[in-house]
């Protein structure tokens, strides 16, 4: 089945730097949605972006589908930025598969 | 908030009880899912359901029984439950094949 690798596993800031995280995946998708997970769980969806880019404030994406990469741009991190990101991949089916994720710590 | 609701939030159980977990939508979505996520690991989908039909079991144990009367409504049936299966239980749902929508999740915790 397709691999999905988010790279890096772990990443620590401090408030106001700037960060990006990457998706790799192994296979050509249908769809590429990028999450948030809080620390208490709740899984928020950021960017829903098969390909090209997106921005939403401080958060922008971008998919370059045909070298199977994505990428999410966090500028100016807050603390309330911490949690885990993940990028998720759907080919011909409905199924979303995750990556494993990258932790975010941005500490004052 | 999703629009996505999830009951309970946590729930701690000995393996020999039963217990369920609600999910509830109204947001018009056709399709909710099930998905497991352990410490460490990716989030696995356990089950798919589309128009109240389930089309996915991700060679899920018979230990976990999901059940969906409606399409805004999907239930997780446990019983004989192990230590192992302790986890973060998320329930989503969707409006079409590729954007879901995921609860707060039930923290799980078995004795």
Known sequence: GIQVEQSPPDLILQEGANSTLRCNFSDSVNNLQWFHQNPWGQLINLFYIPSGTKQNGRLSATTVATERYSLLYISSSQTTDSGVYFCAVVRSTDKLIFGTGTRLQVFP | ?111
């Open chain 2, 1 to 111: 908030e999703t629009g996505v609701t999830q009951t309970p939030r946590h729930l701690v159980m000995g393996m020999t009880n039963k217990k369920s977990l609600k999910c509830e939508q109204h947001l018009g979505h056709n399709a909710m899912y099930w998905y497991k996520q352990s410490a460490k690991k990716p989030l696995e989908l356990m089950f798919v359901y589309n128009f109240k039909e389930q089309t996915e079991n991700n060679s899920v144990p018979s230990r976990f029984s999901p059940e969906c009367p409606n399409s805004s409504h999907l239930f997780l049936h446990l019983h004989t439950l192990q230590p192992e299966d302790s986890a973060l239980y998320l329930c989503a749902s969707s409006p079409s094949a590729d954007t879901q929508y995921f609860g707060p999740g039930t923290r799980l915790t078995v004795l």
